[in-house]
């Protein structure tokens, strides 16, 4: 089977085949979040519009952001490492009001409760980063003591 042209079907037929998994995989954490808040479960590809659109705002809101934190931080003389740390701080905010404001309007709930669903999200993200953290951290002790 060296054939390349049958090689080259067979990846664009597992590439076409991933993209529903891969979308499930993306959206899993929001639908569960909606679950979790007492939301109607959206399907994947309501969740995964909904994510798209907030985190296209998000990426337009956060680069305007960047360049007047740097701009500013240049003209104070801070090195750009700690102007990084700013963006991300201010950016968190910026993110709440965004997520929570588009999440809440396209699923027809109040801001609040668009609120409760964006630290659903990022508490469900912590525990996910938190335990994978732990874990690695096992590993490490354990080749630490061995």
């Known amino acids: 089977m060296n054939n390349p042209l049958?090689?080259?079907?067979?990846i664009c037929f597992t590439i076409v085949m991933m993209i529903p998994v891969t979308m499930f995989l993306i959206t899993f954490i929001y639908r569960w979040s909606c679950v979790l808040c007492g939301l109607p479960k959206p399907n994947v590809v309501v969740a995964a519009g909904i994510m798209f659109v907030a985190w296209l705002?998000?990426?337009?809101?956060?680069?305007v952001l960047r360049e007047i934190v740097h701009a500013a931080t240049a003209a104070a003389?801070?090195?750009?490492?700690?102007s990084s740390i700013i963006v991300?701080?201010?950016?968190?905010?910026?993110?709440?009001?965004?997520?929570?404001?588009?999440?809440a309007s396209l699923m027809g709930v109040r801001f609040g409760k668009g609120v409760e669903l964006w630290y659903t999200q990022r508490l469900i993200q912590?525990?996910?980063?938190?335990?994978i953290g732990f874990v690695i951290g096992i590993i490490v002790?354990?080749?630490?003591?061995?």
């Open 77 to 82: 003389g801070l090195p750009r490492w700690e």
């Open 57 to 63: 705002s998000l990426v337009m809101a956060v680069s």
């Open 141 to 146: 002790l354990v080749q630490q003591l061995s």
């Open 88 to 103: 991300f701080l201010l950016a968190l905010p910026v993110d709440l009001t965004i997520s929570a404001g588009i999440e």
């Open 6 to 10: 049958f090689n080259l079907l067979c």
């Open 126 to 131: 912590l525990s996910i980063i938190a335990g």
